[in-house]
C-alpha cells in the first residue's frame, strides 16, 4: 500500500516556476514506477512524467518535453516535478501516481493516486 501526498502548487506567471513535491508513504517506495499527471477543467487526465524505480530512465509527455523534469529522492521517498518556463495552458491539477513493473501513460493503470495540487499559470 502507498500513500501520495502532493505539494508545491500555487500560482505562477507565465515564464515561471515551480517544483512539485509528492511525498509517499510505504516501504516499498522504490520499487514503484512514479509519475505526474495533469488534469484541467474539463479535459481528460493527461500523462506528464515518469521516472523508473532506480531513476535511471525518465519519459516525457512532448508538451513538457525540456521544461519539466522528474527527479526522486528514494532515501526521502519522495518525488519531484521542477517545471519551468510555464505556460498557461500548463494550468491544471496535478497528481502523483505510483504503480509496480513498468511504465506507463494510461491513467487507469496507475494503482495510487494522490489529493492533486492545483497549478495556475497567468498570463
Known amino acids: 500500500q502507498v500513500q501520495l501526498v502532493e505539494s508545491g502548487g500555487g500560482l505562477v506567471q507565465a515564464g515561471g516556476s515551480l517544483r512539485l513535491s509528492c511525498a509517499a508513504s510505504g516501504r516499498t517506495f522504490s520499487s514503484y514506477i512514479m509519475a505526474w499527471f495533469r488534469q484541467a477543467p474539463g479535459k481528460e487526465r493527461e500523462f506528464v512524467a515518469a521516472i523508473t524505480w532506480s531513476g535511471s530512465s525518465t519519459y516525457y509527455a512532448d508538451s513538457v518535453k525540456g521544461r519539466f523534469t522528474i527527479s526522486r529522492d528514494n532515501a526521502k521517498n519522495t518525488v519531484y516535478l521542477q517545471m519551468n518556463s510555464l505556460k498557461p495552458e500548463d494550468t491544471a491539477v496535478y497528481y502523483c501516481?505510483?504503480?509496480?513493473?513498468?511504465?506507463?501513460?494510461?491513467?487507469?493503470?496507475?494503482?495510487?493516486w494522490g489529493q492533486g495540487t492545483q497549478v495556475t499559470v497567468s498570463s
Open positions: 501516481a505510483a504503480r509496480l513493473n513498468y511504465f506507463s501513460v494510461y491513467a487507469s493503470s496507475y494503482n495510487y
